[in-house]
């Protein structure tokens, strides 16, 4: 029963791609489990890295704070939780989570470390393509002259281009959260709110108004307002292109 519990536990830290691995503090000896040789690129059937080959594959931007934080939890006890990237041998990068728990001996003094990596790597690297996209996005919509904007379904605005601010003589920060109408003004959502319930209806509309630039003399502008759909065919919100025409 202890080899099929051995059997079990490796399976389910190969499914969660969660390694482990022990340090002895007086030996400075490190013990690997599979996932962890697995994570980091080690050929199971070769002898595991020394602690000293084990700091070489820890990402040099990442590898002193590692070791200062490894030395912290030594020192005092406490666990840590860190983010770090490792470097395989096919000099692979993987992004990892480290998680670290201090065994104390009988005199209280730190024995043993025992921690887990989780490998983050595909959530990393979607995150890191999101950021990507979102600064992409940003420079697109930042060199076009017309207002550009995501509203959600409560008529907030949650994304607005540069030309926002200068339209509306508001920084970006201070227009998102607000309704519509807050910026815009009473007098001018007033004709456009027909079109804008309208669009959160789900219909695309397109429309002629006068919008006040900067709060001087009114601008005539052309609008289209294009809703955004969820997997339910439900309206979440829509998108608005505002060009100047005058």
């Known amino acids: 029963r202890v080899a099929e519990t051995t059997t079990a536990l490796n399976e389910a830290q190969r499914i ?12 400075q000896t490190v013990t690997w489990s599979s996932e962890l040789l697995q994570i980091f690129g080690v050929d199971p059937n070769q002898p595991p890295p020394s602690n000293e080959e084990c700091w070489l594959m820890i990402h040099a931007a990442d590898r002193t704070q590692m070791q200062a934080t490894l030395e912290t939890t030594i020192a005092t006890g406490k666990p840590y939780f860190l983010e770090y990237r490792v470097v395989r041998p096919s000099a692979e990068i993987r992004y990892v989570l480290g998680r670290g728990e201090a065994v104390t001996n009988a005199e209280g003094h730190v024995a043993k470390v025992i921690g887990t990596v989780l490998d983050i790597t595909e959530r990393k690297l979607a995150e890191i393509n999101l950021h990507l ?3 992409r996005l940003k ?5 076009i ?3 550009i904007s995501y509203v959600d379904a409560d008529q907030r605005y949650r994304f607005v281009n540069r030309t926002y601010e200068t339209w509306f003589s508001l920084r970006r920060e ?12 009473p007098e001018s959502y007033a004709r456009a709110r ?4 309208a669009t959160l209806r789900g219909e695309t509309i397109t429309y002629e108004m006068t919008l006040p630039y900067q709060g001087n003399p009114t601008r005539y502008v052309s609008g289209v307002l294009v809703p ?6 439900e309206v ?3 998108y608005a292109l505002i060009t100047d025409i005058t």
């Open 236 to 238: 979440n919100g829509y």
């Open 174 to 185: 201070d227009i998102l959260g607000r309704t519509v109408k807050d910026v815009i003004g």
């Open 228 to 233: 955004d759909f969820n997997d339910q065919n």
């Open 145 to 147: 002259p017309g207002c």
């Open 194 to 197: 027909a079109h804008i319930e």
């Open 16 to 27: 969660a791609q969660l390694g482990c691995w022990t340090l002895d503090v007086a030996t």
């Open 133 to 135: 996209s979102k600064t």
């Open 139 to 143: 420079i697109i919509t930042d060199s």
